[in-house]
């Protein structure tokens, strides 16, 4: 698998990523372990969880099967912290206390002594974002953490946060973002990723298949199998079921169709090689899942269908974006 730069770092990654928000929950441990091994035999390096996933199972399940299957060194692990995880002052949120107490939660779940990627979660309206930015100092300077970055927040939130950290030459630059990004949500492109590309970060893309909408098994029914059946995750799935959805899902079945391959390996291609993004996160239900999204790493999409899928999934710019 072809690795990348993340960002204006030397951090090297897989232009595909591994995700792991429903290991523990729609995912054993049998399945989890098939899905990273099949993950790490394609030349995957990039996994990314977060302490939140079911209560930390979810690191905690990785920090087994990176003990068992798979060398540490061989992986670059990513988590998150500042989500709400329990009650008390240290169970959320991105204060020092808070997310300094994550860290070292994380570390003990996941078996290591650090983190090569760890991410902000959430902007904390809350806590002054020097003493956000300050905590992904310490863990830097401390040895548990390597590189730092943050998810989910605004443009004019990951601008502010890039450039605090970039114009104090002592503190540690931020060097990703993670956010959701797909042929169905492309509202990140008004404001996140020019603000991205400005401060050097690289995106990594959740849901790049439109939570599982763009595979196109949800065109006429909710197959009773998939996510969507789920009550804990119909919700999730429900949000991008759309009008709009529904031919943009239309468009990728024929380009499919004319290029011989599934409308979800067309839809990996097209985000994974959006200008900005280091690696689409893929969060696969089955290790079958997970070995046809695998199959995009040799998908290179002709222009003209590029530019068709470009065309029926714009996002609406208006001022000052288009000015």
Same mark, same amino acid.
């Given at each position: 698998?072809? *690795?990348? *730069?993340?960002?204006?770092?030397?951090?090297?990654?897989?232009?595909?990523?591994?995700?792991?928000?429903? +290991?523990?929950?729609?995912?054993?441990?049998? =399945?989890?372990?098939? *899905?990273?091994?099949?993950?790490?035999?394609?030349?995957?390096?990039?996994?990314?969880?977060?302490?939140?996933?079911?209560?930390?199972?979810? =690191?905690?399940?990785?920090?087994?099967?990176?003990?068992?299957?798979?060398?540490?060194?061989?992986?670059?692990?990513?988590?998150?912290?500042?989500?709400?995880?329990?009650?008390?002052?240290?169970?959320?949120?991105? %204060?020092?206390?808070?997310?300094?107490?994550?860290?070292? !939660? %994380?570390?003990?779940?996941?078996?290591?002594?650090?983190?090569?990627?760890?991410?902000?979660?959430?902007? !904390?309206?809350?806590?002054?974002? !020097? =003493?956000?930015?300050?905590?992904? !100092?310490?863990?830097?300077?401390?040895?548990?953490?390597?590189?730092?970055?943050?998810?989910?927040?605004?443009? +004019?939130?990951?601008?502010?946060?890039?450039?605090?950290?970039?114009?104090?030459?002592?503190?540690?630059?931020?060097?990703?973002?993670?956010?959701?990004?797909?042929?169905?949500?492309?509202?990140?492109?008004?404001?996140?990723?020019?603000?991205?590309?400005?401060?050097?970060?690289?995106?990594?893309?959740?849901?790049?298949?439109?939570?599982?909408?763009?595979?196109?098994?949800?065109?006429?029914?909710?197959?009773?199998?998939?996510?969507?059946?789920?009550?804990?995750?119909?919700?999730?799935? =429900?949000?991008?079921?759309?009008?709009?959805?529904?031919?943009?899902?239309?468009?990728?079945?024929?380009?499919?169709?004319?290029?011989?391959? %599934?409308?979800?390996?067309?839809?990996?291609?097209?985000?994974?090689?959006?200008?900005?993004?280091?690696?689409?996160?893929?969060?696969?239900?089955?290790?079958?899942?997970?070995?046809?999204?695998?199959?995009?790493?040799?998908?290179?999409?002709?222009?003209?269908?590029?530019?068709?899928?470009?065309?029926? %999934?714009?996002? *609406?710019?208006?001022?000052?974006?288009?000015?």
């Amino acid at each position: 698998m072809e *690795q990348r *730069q993340l960002g204006r770092s030397g951090l090297r990654v897989s232009r595909l990523a591994l995700g792991t928000m429903t +290991w523990g929950l729609d995912v054993d441990a049998d =399945e989890a372990a098939d *899905q990273l091994t099949t993950f790490h035999a394609a030349g995957g390096t990039l996994i990314d969880t977060a302490d939140v996933y079911q209560d930390g199972h979810a =690191e905690e399940l990785l920090g087994a099967l990176l003990t068992h299957h798979i060398p540490r060194d061989e992986i670059i692990l990513a988590t998150k912290a500042a989500a709400r995880r329990k009650p008390g002052p240290f169970g959320g949120g991105a %204060s020092r206390g808070s997310l300094l107490s994550a860290l070292d !939660d %994380s570390l003990r779940r996941l078996g290591t002594d650090h983190i090569d990627l760890w991410q902000v979660q959430a902007w !904390d309206p809350a806590v002054p974002l !020097d =003493e956000t930015l300050a905590a992904l !100092d310490t863990a830097v300077a401390t040895g548990r953490v390597r590189y730092t970055g943050i998810a989910n927040y605004t443009g +004019w939130q990951t601008a502010t946060a890039a450039a605090h950290q970039h114009h104090h030459p002592l503190r540690t630059p931020l060097i990703s973002t993670q956010v959701e990004y797909s042929l169905l949500e492309r509202g990140t492109e008004r404001e996140v990723i020019p603000a991205a590309a400005h401060h050097g970060l690289g995106i990594l893309a959740w849901a790049p298949l439109g939570r599982g909408v763009l595979t196109g098994k949800y065109r006429n029914a909710t197959p009773p199998d998939s996510r969507g059946a789920t009550t804990h995750l119909s919700g999730y799935v =429900e949000h991008h079921r759309t009008e709009r959805a529904a031919r943009i899902v239309q468009a990728l079945l024929t380009a499919a169709e004319g290029l011989n391959t %599934s409308p979800a390996q067309v839809a990996l291609a097209w985000i994974r090689d959006r200008p900005g993004v280091t690696a689409p996160v893929l969060g696969a239900r089955t290790t079958t899942q997970l070995k046809t999204a695998l199959t995009a790493e040799d998908l290179t999409l002709p222009p003209a269908i590029r530019a068709a899928l470009d065309d029926i %999934s714009a996002p *609406q710019l208006g001022y000052p974006e288009n000015h």
